[in-house]
T-cell receptor, first 118, second 111 residues
Framework: GAVVSQHPSWVICKSGTSVKIECRSL??????MFWYRQFPKQSLMLMAT?????????EQGVEKDKFLINHASLTLSTLTVTSAHPEDSSFYIC??????????????FGQGTRLTVV | GENVEQHPSTLSVQEGDSAVIKCTYS??????FPWYKQELGKRPQLIID?????GEKKDQRIAVTLNKTAKHFSLHITETQPEDSAVYFC??????????FGPGTRLSVLP
């Protein structure tokens, strides 16, 4: 199966600072990447969808100026949480959907990043 | 948009018994239905999936059944083992759209 690597796996930051999370597809080109947020004991909630070379599409209620997404290449998407606050503390997971060579509906998940804002 | 419900939210079974989790969805155009297992602090792992042109699929102790008319699909785990304890999420996908996840079911297999 395809491998998606997410980094870092956990991060603690001070309130007001920014944090960048990377999502890389290691052995395939990801035409589409998704960013999810998961609060404790809850399901995965889609934050935004990014396609390589174009602006991300954000879900309703997600602040695009706070959660900056850059999908600059077919193997890398980044999520930057700007001016983080304690309520942004959560588990962030990316997933990537391959282009050619895979069934077009499959998606593969990164390991997730646990963000704690203090 | 798509609305996915999942029941039960928690499920406890004795080791060796069967477990069944059911999901319902609203968009009749949805055509791909995966099930994910997520252990604490880890990424979701695909355990089985089914497409809209199939009614049932089985992989060893795990099976999924799909009723497109009624818009529901179910995960069946037989001969449960303690290592099956986790949170299970169903998801619904329509080609070209995003995955929508169910709220999850916490399965506990008691030894």
């Amino acid at each position: 199966g395809a491998v998606v690597s997410q980094h870092p796996s956990w991060v603690i930051c001070k309130s007001g600072t920014s944090v960048k999370i990377e999502c890389r597809s290691l052995d395939f080109q990801a035409t589409t990447m998704f960013w999810y947020r998961q609060f404790p004991k809850q399901s995965l909630m889609l934050m935004a969808t990014s396609n390589e070379g174009s602006k991300a599409t954000y879900e309703q209620g997600v602040e695009k100026d706070k959660f900056l997404i850059n999908h600059a290449s077919l193997t890398l998407s980044t999520l930057t949480v700007t001016s983080a606050h304690p309520e942004d503390s959560s588990f962030y997971i990316c997933s990537a959907r391959p282009g050619q060579g895979f069934v077009n509906t499959e998606a593969f998940f990164g390991q997730g990043t646990r963000l704690t804002v203090v | 948009g798509e609305n996915v419900e999942q029941h039960p939210s928690t499920l406890s079974v004795q080791e060796g018994d069967s477990a069944v989790i059911k999901c319902t969805y609203s968009d009749s155009a949805s055509n791909y239905f995966p099930w994910y297992k997520q252990e604490l602090g880890k990424r979701p792992q695909l355990i089985i999936d089914i497409r809209s042109n199939v009614g049932e699929k089985k992989d060893q102790r795990i099976a999924v059944t799909l009723n497109k008319t009624a818009k529901h699909f179910s995960l069946h785990i037989t001969e449960t083992q303690p290592e099956d304890s986790a949170v299970y999420f169903c998801a619904v996908h329509n080609y070209g759209q995003n995955f929508v996840f169910g709220p999850g079911t916490r399965l506990s297999v008691l030894p």
